[in-house]
T-cell receptor, first 113, second 113 residues
Framework: AQSVSQHNHHVILSEAASLELGCNYSYGGTVNLFWYVQYPGQHLQLLLKYFSGDPLVKGIKGFEAEFIKSKFSFNLRKPSVQWSDTAEYFCAVISYNTDKLIFGTGTRLQVFP | KAGVTQTPRYLIKTRGQQVTLSCSPISGHRSVSWYQQTPGQGLQFLFEYFSETQRNKGNFPGRFSGRQFSNSRSEMNVSTLELGDSALYLC????????????FGQGTRLTVV
């Protein structure tokens, strides 16, 4: 079955630390990839997306992600996190074969000052 | 431009009852998807509607159903509620299909007692 895996369930960092959240998917064929963020009490919003082209994509608030097709991965990175990055992060993948946007189980990030 | 609107925001129901949730997509968006969000499970895809037709369906029992109206507004119905149906139900709209960016509403928090 098609699935999206986020291996880090809960990450705790201090401000200014670097962040990398893993995302792997099990689809074949053409995919579109997304990272969404859900701040406490707010709705899900898009951080960044990859459809085609340069596999290194930049999103809002200094986040970036790299698509590595051979590894079926789309890891999210930020060089220096801030307290305001405390949120839950979801990786999502849609396959052109299924047209279903499937989410990973999410990673809860806590950043301490 | 107004975002995705879900009503009601909160609901408390008892086991065995049924419930209807509503979603108004962003103007011009024709695709509406529904997700169930629970701690530890992340977002699980329920179904997607496009131009009043169900185009995709997740792995949920038949107690979960939906429909879409000609103005793209969508409703989700859950019959014979069970305690395990307690969750945040999210609606997402996109312009055409799931391969484009999905915009999420605030969700409806359903508690079954």
């Amino acid at each position: 079955a098609q699935s999206v895996s986020q291996h880090n369930h809960h990450v705790i960092l201090s401000e200014a630390a670097s962040l990398e959240l893993g995302c792997n998917y099990s689809y074949g064929g053409t995919v579109n990839l997304f990272w969404y963020v859900q701040y406490p009490g707010q709705h899900l919003q898009l951080l960044l997306k990859y459809f085609s082209g340069d596999p290194l994509v930049k999103g809002i608030k200094g986040f970036e992600a790299e698509f590595i097709k051979s590894k079926f991965s789309f890891n999210l990175r930020k060089p220096s996190v801030q307290w305001s990055d405390t949120a839950e992060y979801f990786c999502a993948v849609i396959s052109y074969n299924t047209d279903k946007l499937i989410f990973g189980t999410g990673t809860r990030l806590q950043v301490f000052p | 431009k107004a975002g995705v609107t879900q009503t009601p925001r909160y609901l408390i129901k008892t086991r065995g009852q049924q419930v209807t949730l509503s979603c108004s997509p962003i103007s011009g968006h024709r695709s509406v998807s529904w997700y169930q969000q629970t701690p530890g499970q992340g977002l699980q895809f329920l179904f997607e509607y496009f131009s009043e037709t169900q185009r995709n369906k997740g792995n949920f029992p038949g107690r979960f159903s939906g429909r879409q109206f000609s103005n793209s507004r969508s409703e989700m119905n859950v019959s014979t509620l069970e305690l395990g149906d307690s969750a945040l139900y999210l609606c997402a709209s996109s312009i055409q299909d799931g391969t484009t960016e999905a915009f999420f509403g605030q969700g409806t928090r359903l508690t079954v007692v």
